[in-house]
C-alpha cells in the first residue's frame, strides 16, 4: 500500500522559504506521477505542481510559477516542493498526492486523478 508523509509546514513570514518533503513508500514510483496540491479554510483544494517520477519532467501552477518548485530524490523516494517568496494567500494545508500514469496527454493537475494522499502539513504566512 502507497503511504505518503508530508512534513515541513510551520509559520513563517511573507517573503520567507520554506521547503516542504514527502516521503513515499510502498511501491517503485517509476511509473507514478506525484504533486503537491492545496486548501485553504472554505476554499477546493487546488493544485500547485507535479513531477512526472521517471523523467523528472514537472508542471507548476501559474499561482506559484517562478516561486515554488517541485523536485524529487530518487535514492530517497522523496518529493520535495521548494517555496519562496512566500505570500499571506500561500497560507493553506499542503498535501502531497501520487497516481500510477494510466494514460497520455494529461497534466495530471486534478485532484479526482489521484489514488493516494498524504494527511498534510500546515502552511501558514504572515503578512
Known amino acids: 500500500q502507497v503511504q505518503l508523509v508530508e512534513s515541513g509546514g510551520e509559520l513563517v513570514q511573507a517573503g520567507g522559504s520554506l521547503r516542504l518533503s514527502c516521503a513515499a513508500s510502498?511501491?517503485?514510483?517509476?511509473?507514478?506521477?506525484m504533486s503537491w496540491f492545496r486548501q485553504a479554510p472554505g476554499k477546493e483544494r487546488e493544485f500547485v505542481a507535479r513531477i512526472i517520477w521517471s523523467s523528472g519532467n514537472t508542471y507548476h501552477a501559474d499561482s506559484v510559477k517562478g516561486r515554488f518548485t517541485i523536485s524529487r530524490d530518487n535514492a530517497k523516494n522523496t518529493v520535495y516542493l521548494q517555496m519562496n517568496s512566500l505570500k499571506p494567500e500561500d497560507t493553506a494545508v499542503y498535501y502531497c498526492?501520487?497516481?500510477?500514469?494510466?494514460?497520455?496527454?494529461?497534466?495530471?493537475?486534478?485532484?479526482?486523478?489521484?489514488?493516494?494522499w498524504g494527511q498534510g502539513t500546515q502552511v501558514t504566512v504572515s503578512s
Open positions: 498526492a501520487a497516481t500510477l500514469i494510466r494514460y497520455s496527454g494529461s497534466v495530471y493537475a486534478t485532484a479526482r486523478e489521484y489514488d493516494y
Open positions: 510502498g511501491r517503485t514510483f517509476s511509473r507514478y506521477t
